[in-house]
């Protein structure tokens, strides 16, 4: 085993390598570049085997990923954003090939206005196309997490492919030291890929992808990849244990970050949730018992376990890094869907929006948000969904925006 | 062509490959030109999909081909044929498979797709010297939608006076400008000289473009049982001149001696049916002549 400081991007590049894979399509965007340039120079140096492709778009991108898995090679590529959301016909598509592969999404705020920072409005567009989430938290986890990602997919009895999540700029460009495992030991770990009856060959030829009429085949297929979906809440678990006995790590359906004692919890994904646990910390250190809680896989929803882990608690505070515009907070209604019907739901669930387009969220602003649990549970009344905004933000807004018409008036008188 | 197999008419396969009973229409020429091409061609391939009428050719669980075929979206069939061609090779490369078991990649588009929506795709698959044929049938409209007018338009179904304004986009230009290993245009009318053209197509490697075009009874408005007919007036009025580039070159491979004139083509179509009523639009008729006269002065 060998420990390097490596970058998120890197982090993902390395578990692509460990997996052992043989394609990549790629396409260039920010920030998710580092990745297939990382790999693009191992395959130019020879230390990894296979071929990379760069199409003229992420929709033909995902079309060649898509369509590569279909023919029996273990494909990697990566995207973010925009790209995501142009393969987005082909991010429906190929998850009903039923050809596992995996895509790093390096999350990253959408147009408009256009933006180059994180949130996870892209990564969520994705949500119901039948692809596994998976979101990260550091650029461990983001490696180890690629790893079980290609085992998930490739099960047998699942055969979906995956979405890698990490959030650009905090964790794509954050260097951390990174165990790189063995590659023996990883490739032993992911083992070969076996395409099973999904592939194109000579002498067995294969209608992949075709047609229905009506409404009866339709249904039939598209429940039956909702039900393999969710199988891999049931071989997950298997997997991340293997993995742990084998690597020394554990990575669960969710992390549960002071949770069992625990009155109040955050609930977050991705890696602003490591700035959550901070405040965790020093809440506790007054004397808050307050907990966090992340899901991981985010499709298939793990509602058993956070019904679990949020059972008996007094109040939740859900902060959502994404915006359904006209609902608000998308996790905070997936959690919702979860409470209902189950017997100690807790009574408080607030939700708050913020870390749009890679706005910070200051530890000042969790201790906030916990004291308006506090208050809400002795209440027993649900605050209203807040943006986390700070007056000073909209001032310096404003005056940016002051200085800028001076600016242009100057430029009028200027004029010849 | 001296080197073909494809002397004469009693030369042609007569092994049919592609299965009955698809549910194309009657007369649907798209579907005389794919028989065609099919039969030589074999089921040694996968035929990579677009939206469009022949995605109904594979209805679950049912398809007339013997080979491979894989749908993927109206916009990235070539991106399909890319990445079943890498992992073809790249299976051969590591000596997963065989030799025999390897496929010829081909696209199936419409003209929808081939001149418009998939024109990101094919023109990214033609930079990496992408290892395809593509085939485009071409009925001049968005068939499975209801013959709107797409790209390859010649003039319209749309029913104003004057109908579609516009003409047909130079879909072969486009290829043969970019220097690929072939591009032809071929049609079901005439059997022997798209056989040629498909045998030369598989004999090459690279990217490869067969536009066929597709007498749609549908779509144009005629008499299914007209659709060979039509075909082989496209081809003497010089509507469609038959043609293949290669190493630099266009060549003509059937130029009609007299050409018919062109009403002759038009006045058999439902979809032209504004040219000559309520009152014959002579000035419109005049004007397509002359593009049509003005093409093969070029050529002869
Ligand atoms: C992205 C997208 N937009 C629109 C459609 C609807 N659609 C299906 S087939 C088709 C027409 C395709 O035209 P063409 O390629 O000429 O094939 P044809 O229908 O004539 O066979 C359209 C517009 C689609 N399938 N996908
Ligand atoms: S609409 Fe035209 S191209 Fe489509 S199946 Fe019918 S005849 Fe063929
Ligand atoms: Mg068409």
Sequence with gaps: MNRKLLTGNAAAAWGARLAGIDYVPAFPITPQTEIIETLSGWFERGELQGRMTVLESEHSMITAAGAAAATGVRVFTATSSQGLLHAMEMIYTVTGWRAPFVLVNVSRGLSSPITLEPDHNDVLAARDSGFIQIHCANCQEVLDTMLIAYRLAEHQSIRLPIIVNLDGFYLSFTREPVEIPDQSEAREFVGEFDPGQIKFRASMPESQAVAVLGGSPYSYFRYETHLAMLEALNVYPEIADEFNARFGRFHGLLECFECDDADYLFVMMGCFATKAKDAVLRLREAGIKIGLLRPRLIRPFPSAAIAAAVSEKKALAVIDQNLSIGKGGILHAEIASVLYGIGQAPPILASFIGGLGGRDISQEEFFEIAQTLINASKTGETPPPRLLYTAREFKELKNLRAIAQVERQQLKENQP | ?300
């Design chain 2, 1 to 300: 062509m001296t080197d073909t197999r494809f002397a004469r008419m009693k030369d042609l396969p007569s092994t049919h490959w592609l299965g009955a009973g698809t549910p194309m229409c009657a007369g649907c020429g798209g579907l005389q030109a794919l028989h065609q091409i099919y039969d030589i061609l074999g089921n040694k391939t996968v035929f990579v999909n677009a939206a469009g009428c022949m995605t109904l050719l594979s209805i679950y669980p049912f398809t007339p081909f013997r080979g491979s075929w894989l749908y993927t979206a109206m916009g990235s069939a070539p991106a399909g044929a890319q990445g079943i061609r890498d992992a073809l090779d790249i299976l051969l490369e590591q000596k997963h498979i065989p030799p025999e078991e390897d496929l010829t990649t081909v696209v199936l588009s419409g003209d929808g797709s081939a001149y418009g929506m998939g024109v990101s795709a094919t023109s990214g698959a033609i930079d990496r010297g992408l290892d395809f044929l593509y085939i485009c049938y071409d009925n001049e409209g968005y068939g499975n939608t209801g013959q709107q007018f797409s790209a390859g338009a010649k003039t319209s179904t749309s029913k104003g006076p004057r109908g579609y304004p516009g003409y047909k986009k130079d879909l072969f230009a486009l290829w043969a400008a970019n220097k690929p290993a072939y591009v032809a245009t071929v049609i079901g009318a005439e059997p022997l000289d798209l056989a040629r053209k498909i045998e030369k197509a598989t004999q090459l490697k690279g990217s490869r473009l067969i536009i066929a075009l597709s007498p749609c009874p549908t779509g144009w408005d005629f008499d299914p049982k007209e659709s060979t007919e039509i075909g082989r007036l496209a081809v003497k009025t010089g509507v469609w001149p038959l043609k293949e580039y290669q190493d630099g070159r266009v060549s003509h491979t059937k130029i009609p001696k007299e050409r018919l004139p062109v009403e002759d083509y038009l006045k058999v179509q439902g979809r032209f049916a504004h040219l000559f009523e309520p009152v014959r639009n002579e000035a419109m008729l005049a004007e397509i002549q002359q593009r049509i006269d003005d093409y093969w002065a070029d050529v002869v």
